[in-house]
């Protein structure tokens, strides 16, 4: 039994050095491919450079059918919002590359150790003062009457402000079928 565990054991060590070793070569790749794509003639710059003369062209957003004119509805908007902030801020990455210590495998990565982290007093305060008060769910009475125009507005808003396609959540609304024919026509018999 004794010699089963320490086969066992070996095994599992053998297995753990072999994924370690490719964890190695996976993690050199994204660290290649990522140095590629940020050099000022790489995939990750130029495409943050047409992002930013096409929202230059006017307005808060670039048009669903402009991306699509330029054929950069095919790339992932993720990695589009991520290429733009690079070129946006790419002196300040630059200088965050260069002072990293083993480097980065993505633009995720690179926005995740730039931004600022709150200050460790200042994070117990904020957690101290939601367990006082919460406002979350309903109030005793609503100050507000909610209306369409007013989801709608609210709606608009979180999209501007998130960067979301109207024409998406509009598809994505025409889609819901929250009352059927056949509820309709029940209703009006009843009647």
């Given amino acids: ?16 050095k072999a994924l370690a070793e490719q964890w190695s070569v ?20 130029l495409l943050g450079k047409l992002m930013v003369e096409l929202k230059a062209e006017g307005g808060e957003r670039i048009a669903s059918q402009r991306l699509r004119e330029c054929h950069l509805h095919l790339i992932d908007k993720r990695r589009r919002a991520e290429a733009m902030w690079f070129v946006e801020n790419e002196d300040a990455c630059r200088k965050h590359i260069a002072e ?20 460790k007093a200042e994070a117990e305060t904020d957690n101290s003062e939601a367990d006082v008060k919460s406002n979350v769910g309903p109030t005793e009475e609503p100050t507000v009457t909610v209306t369409k125009e ?28 929250t ?12 009647a």
Avoid: W
């Fill in 100 to 119: 990293s210590k083993k480097g980065f495998t993505s633009l995720t990565a690179l926005q995740r150790s730039m931004k600022p982290s709150k200050p």
């Fill in 1 to 16: 039994m004794a010699n089963l565990q320490i086969q066992n054991i070996s095994t599992l060590e053998d297995q753990g």
């Fill in 26 to 45: 996976i993690t050199k790749g994204e660290t290649k491919r990522f140095n590629t794509s940020t050099k000022t003639t790489g995939f990750d710059t």
């Fill in 179 to 190: 009352v059927s024919e056949t509820d309709i026509t029940e209703t009006k018999v009843a």
């Fill in 150 to 177: 007013l989801v709608f507005d609210k709606l608009v808003a979180v999209c501007r402000a998130n960067k979301i396609d109207l024409l998406d959540i509009a598809e994505m609304l025409m889609s819901v079928d």
